[in-house]
């Protein structure tokens, strides 16, 4: 099993800043890819950004150039970098891990977090 606690939201301003984290503990042989999604009222869950443990990098294109995911792999801990926030950033972000895990045999599996609200004031 893999267990995710993220960190960082919270209430920003308008061109503002914040930077959420998120740690991965348990038993996973390998944890491959890490990122970040969000939610918004009345949307589907979208992708934010990802990132392998080789360090390779997807963003959603509404992100690009205005956010930065990074991963510290000695401490199965992910990082994004918001800056410019505007009120289209708001919602609900939940760290997400596909790991490697043991059950019964190898099985490679998606864990998520609670989940950290990101409000964005006008």
């Known amino acids: 099993q893999v267990q995710l606690v993220e960190s960082g939201g919270g209430l920003v301003q308008a061109g503002g800043s914040l930077r959420l984290s998120c740690q991965a503990s348990g038993s996973a042989v390998r944890i491959y890819t890490m990122g970040w999604f969000r939610q918004t009222p009345g949307k589907q869950r979208e992708l934010v950004a990802t990132?392998?443990?080789?360090?390779?990098?997807v963003y959603a294109d509404s992100v690009k150039g205005r956010f930065t995911i990074s991963r510290d792999n000695a401490r199965d801990t992910v990082y994004l970098q918001m800056n410019s926030l505007n009120s289209e950033d708001t919602g609900v972000y939940s760290c997400?891990?596909?790991?490697?895990?043991?059950?019964?045999?190898?099985?490679?599996?998606?864990?998520w977090g609670q989940g950290t609200q990101v409000t964005v004031s006008s």
């Open positions: 990132i392998t443990d080789a360090g390779s990098t």
């Open positions: 997400n891990a596909r790991a490697l895990v043991m059950r019964d045999i190898f099985r490679e599996l998606d864990y």
